[in-house]
């Protein structure tokens, strides 16, 4: 059963930048239906939508408040996922969760439809 476990940095001041790893273990996903996805919840919000690459990388999406400064990525083995975030914001504090699934349509740009979850990295931006 494939298993996902993120890391990085939690602590960094406003405008810096920091990387997030999504590492997979237990399996191998192998299909171009599969969607990764950053997914984050905010102190006492809900969580919200990050960004989402299509499992080959050739589909790629953003919430607005991250396109131009998120970017999110894989290795060519597919077996890490990263998200790096420029210009960080206090209000990109959070929690961070990497997810993966086979979402339908609809569903991409959410936090629902991924079936695979990691625990989840903390990423605080105070100065």
């Known amino acids: 059963q494939v298993q996902l476990q993120e890391s990085g940095p939690g602590l960094v001041k406003p405008s810096q930048t920091l990387s997030l790893t999504c590492t997979v273990s237990?399996?191998?996903?192998?299909?171009?239906?599969?969607?990764w996805t950053w997914i984050r919840q905010p102190p006492g919000k809900e969580r919200e939508f990050v960004a989402a690459?299509?499992?080959?990388?050739?589909?790629?999406y953003y919430a607005d408040f991250a396109k131009g400064r998120f970017t999110i990525s894989r290795n060519r083995s597919k077996t890490t996922v990263y998200l790096q975030m420029n210009s960080l914001k206090p209000e990109d504090t959070a929690l961070y969760h990497c997810?993966?699934?086979?979402?339908?349509?609809?569903?991409?740009?959410?936090?629902?439809?991924?079936?695979?979850w990691g625990q989840g990295t903390q990423v605080t931006v105070s100065s």
């Open positions: 237990g399996g191998s996903i192998t299909t171009n239906s599969y969607w």
């Open positions: 690459m299509r499992f080959n990388g050739d589909y790629t």
């Open positions: 997810a993966a699934g086979v979402p339908i349509l609809s569903s991409i740009r959410t936090s629902f439809g991924y079936r695979t």
